[in-house]
């Protein structure tokens, strides 16, 4: 089966496939932001295991979501919605926009725990913080308008088996 043949007989429209994909990419652009910022990276880009090397948990999660089988779309949904609740809590307590923007303009963590570190490219840019912060917002945007289009998905699906 194709992807988009795969796509269509998941039980989603076409603005949540766009959502679920925009998040895919939005995910990608941020995860890169933090391996280059290094403070709040992890393993397999650090020796240690962090909270981000969990998050990449979301690359399966969204992937389930938008290519996994309709039966199972409750359970799609689920992992849709805590994925987008853990990333819109990481993204508020335990990396915050200013923490993210700091990084870049700075070239210095705000994070405690690792203080003394410094960006990848060990560079002062406002713009790249900027950046981060933008991507990292439009990411949380994106996650719960996707999170909101499926639920939405859901019911309808619900009330035509019901009906």
Same mark, same amino acid.
């Given at each position: 089966?194709?992807?988009?043949?795969?796509?269509?007989?998941?039980?989603?429209?076409?603005?949540? +496939?766009?959502?679920?994909?925009?998040?895919? +990419?939005?995910?990608?652009?941020?995860?890169?932001?933090?391996?280059?910022?290094?403070?709040?990276?992890?393993?397999? $880009?650090?020796?240690?295991?962090?909270? $981000?090397? $969990?998050?990449?948990?979301?690359y399966p999660m969204i992937l389930f979501a938008l290519l996994g089988p309709r039966r199972l779309f409750g359970l799609r949904l689920l992992l849709l919605v805590l994925g987008t609740t853990f990333t819109l809590y990481a993204h508020t307590a335990v990396e915050s926009p200013v923490m993210q923007f700091?990084?870049? =303009?700075?070239?210095?963590?705000?994070?405690?725990?690792?203080?003394?570190?410094?960006?990848?490219?060990? +560079?002062?840019?406002?713009?790249?913080?900027?950046?981060?912060?933008?991507?990292?917002?439009?990411?949380?945007?994106?996650? +719960?308008?996707?999170?909101?289009?499926?639920?939405?998905?859901?019911?309808?699906?619900?009330?035509?088996? =019901?009906?």
């Open positions: 089966m194709t992807l988009t043949k795969r796509m269509r007989s998941s039980g989603l429209d076409r603005t949540t +496939v766009a959502l679920l994909l925009a998040s895919l +990419v939005l995910a990608l652009l941020h995860h890169t932001d933090h391996v280059l910022r290094v403070d709040h990276s992890g393993w397999p $880009f650090r020796s240690e295991v962090t909270d $981000f090397t $969990f998050s990449l948990l979301a700091a990084m870049w =303009a700075e070239n210095r963590s705000l994070d405690p725990h690792a203080a003394g570190l410094h960006n990848a490219l060990d +560079v002062r840019s406002p713009t790249l913080g900027g950046v981060a912060v933008v991507v990292s917002m439009a990411l949380n945007v994106t996650a +719960v308008a996707a999170t909101g289009s499926m639920l939405w998905q859901y019911l309808r699906l619900r009330r035509n088996q =019901a009906g």
